[in-house]
Nanobody, 122 residues
Framework: QVRLVESGGGLVQAGASLRLSCVAS????????MGWFRQAPGKEREFVAR????????GYADSVKGRFTISRDNAKNTVYLQMDGLRPEDTAVYYC???????????????WGQGTQVTVSS
């Protein structure tokens, strides 16, 4: 029902910054939160950050806290992930997802984007 499209990934050196965007085709009252997840080669998809549409409550994985910032523009149905101080271990495909609840668990998210590649070299 909801189409999500990520963009903004790329290849950067350690210490650089990237800003990811996720545009939702539509948003209703039942769309409560948006999350960013990432999946590195050989690893499971893991939680990165989340934000609620109303109130803008945020949450982060410990591994990115202090470096990444999630934000949203309700008028544009867009969620952003500002990534500063990137490290090689941040290399992964980054996905945005929509949920009807506030959660860091993958199973709570109903719709997923196609992903955008982030590669951080040493």
């Amino acid at each position: 029902q909801v189409r999500l499209v990520e963009s903004g990934g790329g290849l950067v050196q350690a210490g650089a910054s990237l800003r990811l965007s996720c545009v939702a085709s539509r948003r209703t009252f039942s769309d409560y939160a948006m999350g960013w997840f990432r999946q590195a080669p050989g690893k499971e998809r893991e939680f990165v950050a989340r934000i609620t549409w109303t109130g803008g409550s945020t949450g982060y994985a410990d591994s990115v806290k202090g470096r990444f910032t999630i934000s949203r523009d309700n008028a544009k149905n867009t969620v952003y992930l500002q990534m500063d101080g990137l490290r090689p271990e941040d290399t992964a495909v980054y996905y945005c997802a929509s949920s009807k609840v506030n959660s860091r668990y993958k199973s709570a998210y109903d719709y997923w984007g196609q992903g955008t590649q982030v590669t951080v070299s040493s």
